[in-house]
RNA sequence: GCUUGGGUGGCGGAAUAGGUAGACGCACAGGACUUAAAAUCCUGUAUUCUUCGGAGUGUGCGGGUUCGAUUCCCGCCCCAAGCACCA
């Protein structure tokens, strides 16, 4: 054993001894308990940064403790290789994106090498390779036979700056996720899959992922799927003017069980008038409605617009024009609009109502129409505030019913949008908003005006990309066929080397005539041309997890035989910042395949692990230069507008950077390797999880490291002084023990059960602390090797043994090394079936208790007691005591309150 | 505006079936060892007053429940993240 602590050397020897033993491939063992740890996997970027760190070193100290528990643990890692920055690597430099994508991940793979994570590196995968993109194809064929994918032509989200269509997870709030450009909407044929078709399942699921996914994920998640419960109604339109098809169908409604009975295409009504459908969660207040308002884009705006007057011509135009501006967030747009001179009438109250455009009605949700209810909707006021239409109400709060009967109209400040009871309704006056909703939408649909319904906010999942660096959508256009998918055994669609970079205008590989014109599969006319759009990032990672479980099968995306055994992930950890896009698309996948066939179970991670941001003081890397242009997201400015710091969002993994710093134009700061060439992988890892908690941010201050070093050399400097000594320890616990060895063996004893707690409610934080404190209790073990009893050092091999052990997770090349020493075994401790430990409920036990003792709620005194002192004897020894007697003496005692084994409180008046 | 988190020393953070607030670490100060420095070890460190025994005040603010509240309840303020006219 060398005197001091030599970090480099340690951890070197052990990842060549992992690496030749491969010591962390898992196999399928049937007779052991399997858990399935996964990180989510990075976008090879070149460099890690320390976001990756944290993530890491979280999956790996998780996957060691549950491997020190006898699990058969799986802990693999691959690239999702595919994306932007290779293909804009390739626009500005010139270079190869598929050399440009092999290179980094040769470089982070020896990043990742260096700080030792326990991966199981023959799982590796990279979604740019064909091997394994094949299986994107073959998903999306099964996809596409399922009718789960189709092809249409719509307005798509369109990321101006890096030129190409994104989904509307990746474009939410109007900003494309990569870059933050203001997303514009173009019209584009794109392929889709039908994520709507489990919209209820996605919801439905959130609940069995309950306690096990972070609360704020699942409401996320609860927000954007944006469930509502309501019933369409429909309203005759009375024109005079021409007719056609007025009711809007593009709304991705299905409607529940009941509503299928009814009309599906209720575009006419019986006498043959057209009517305008509105979509509404409060049919209640039906008698309330004043007005229809549509969208300026709705149909039945389209129908009569050469009929409209020129001033409602101009303000369609003018609410279309201001429609189209980006938005900033916090905006509030002014309510505007115009009536139509179109009536429609109310089918519950044959009142004739006027239909008004307005730009707070958008075409995208429901049916592009509501019903305006001005006394019971927030926005509905204020657009009647604003054209001085009439207000009624009739929803009454139940203790002003007898007030809302008397008089026509009590002046409503603002809009009443509780349930209530109705009033003012004809028949169904008296009723609760409940029974309302339930009997008028059962009247509606006996008398075929209405059903009722679910609606969505969750659109359809659009894939297509017109990028080079993505996987082919496996789609043949045959002049005499048609659209033709590719035949399985011609998959895969092989990219081809390269393709014209310019980066503008279509998709690069529709320059590529080679891969554009090819045979049809069906006819064997060679009038065939592929589809050159490829597909989103997104789909790579909605599956890859479960190649992992059978990463090199050729004929299969996995064994489904296999995967059984390991899925689902048990422990998922990666950022907040994946928990709509990736994470509902990865959910969507599972609840595909099991409809495939593939999987048995409904959602795909049973635990997720949302890891805070890391932060850093300074940034800067001479590797990322070239991305920080196109990657900064979001900037923060003082107010003479200087740039104070932004964040860079370089593989969806955010990372705060100083713009200041990033001037120079020399490293400065934070970098992983840096950090592990001058601490230790140990270090940093153990400093990564010490510093906050998981979930929180994390500001890295390289001052703080400090802490994790010396607690590194200190732990390498005791077992280098007892190591000798402890060759002669017993192998059984002795008879007696000492007052130290008693004492640390306690210690000993309540930190394991500690540990073993904090790990089981997911802190990592706390361990290190607890595992700092043992090491300080052994510090403070006086009794020197030479003069150890049996007694002794037992004690103290017990604590070190255990501490080293414990420690495994969060510094595992300093630990193989001091279990080297301490056993001689040159195995490692998996191969040499260590276990962590388990705590000796007895010793852990407290030996004596410091009981406080507080007079009217404040501490005055404390007594030290045997765990065995009854209540009476604590409340005598409490009055007994000198210092509370000055606060008691003269006064009267009104009670005493003894806590067992926890505190005594004197009252006294 | 809505939703979800969160506000504890100079700093990161501990502690909530209500029971000694500030574990552990950083930083800082003093001491030991040393010719010296580094490293290491020891001591101190919420705050105010103090006769050095202690006493008062303290977990964003204001109330409440309780013998006792960082923890529970009511009403505010502030910060972060997400969503945004979702009918």
Redesign the pocket.
Known sequence: MDEKYYAQKIEQKWQKRWAEKGIFEARVDESKEKFYCLEMLPYPSGRLHMGHVRNYSIGDALSWYKRLQGYNVLHPIGWDSFGQPAEQAAIKKGVNPREWTEDNINQMREQLQRLGISYDWSREIAAHRPEYYKFDQWFFLKMREMGLAYKKMTKVNWCPKDETTLSNEQA???VCWRCGSAVEKIDLAQWFFKITNYAEELVEGLKQLEGGW???VL??QK??I?R?E?AFVEFQVRTGYGSGRLNSDNSDVRKDSKALNSTVQPSATADGSDCIR?????IDTIYGANSI?V?AEHPVVLENYEKFSDEVKAKIEEIKIEKAKP?D????????GIDTDLKAINPFSREELPVWIG?????????????S?PAH????F?FAKKFDLPIRQVISEPHLIHEHQQMQALALEQAFTEKGVLVHSDFWNGKTSDDAKREMTEFAEKHSFGEGAI?Y?LRDWGISRQRFWGAPIPIIYCETCGEVPVPYDQLPVELPESAPFTGVGESPLAKVPEFVNTVCPKCGGNKATRETDTMDTFVDSSWYYFRYADPHNAEMPFDPEIVKYWAPVDKYIGG??H??MHLLYTRFWTKAMRDMGLVDFDEPVKNLLTQ?MVVGESYYSETHSSYIEQDLV?IERDERGKILSAILKEDGTPIRVAVEKMSKSKYNGVDPDDMVLVYGADAVRIFAL????V?????W?E??I??????L??VY?QLNNWHEALKNSPPEAPQDFGNDARKLRQKTHQTIKRITE?FETG?F??P???L??L??AL??FKIQPLVADEGDLFAVNEAVRSLILMLTPYAPHICEELWEVLTGSEDGILASNARFPVADEEWAKAVE????I?V?????S?VVVSPKTTNQELEDLALADD?IR??TDGKQI??I?V?PK??V?I?VK
């Open positions: 939410s709030g109007g972070a609360e704020r409401t996320m927000h954007w944006g509502s309501g509105v979509f509404t969660t409060r308002v969208a938005r967030y916090g905006e509030e747009i002014e309510k505007d730009n707070y009605v958008m075409m995208e949700y429901g049916t592009g129409a509501v019903m209810v909707d927030e926005r509905d204020e609606t906010r907040v910042d928990a709509v805070g979001k010490f510093a906050a908690p979930e929180n941010e994390l500001v201050l001052t703080g400090d802490g994790a070093v010396r607690f050399q200190r400097r904090n802190q934080n706390t290190v602390a607890a700092m404190e090491s300080n510090n403070d208790l410091e009981i406080p507080q009217n709620g404040k501490l005055r404390r210092k000055e606060h009104v009670k309150i806590v926890r505190l409180n009252v």
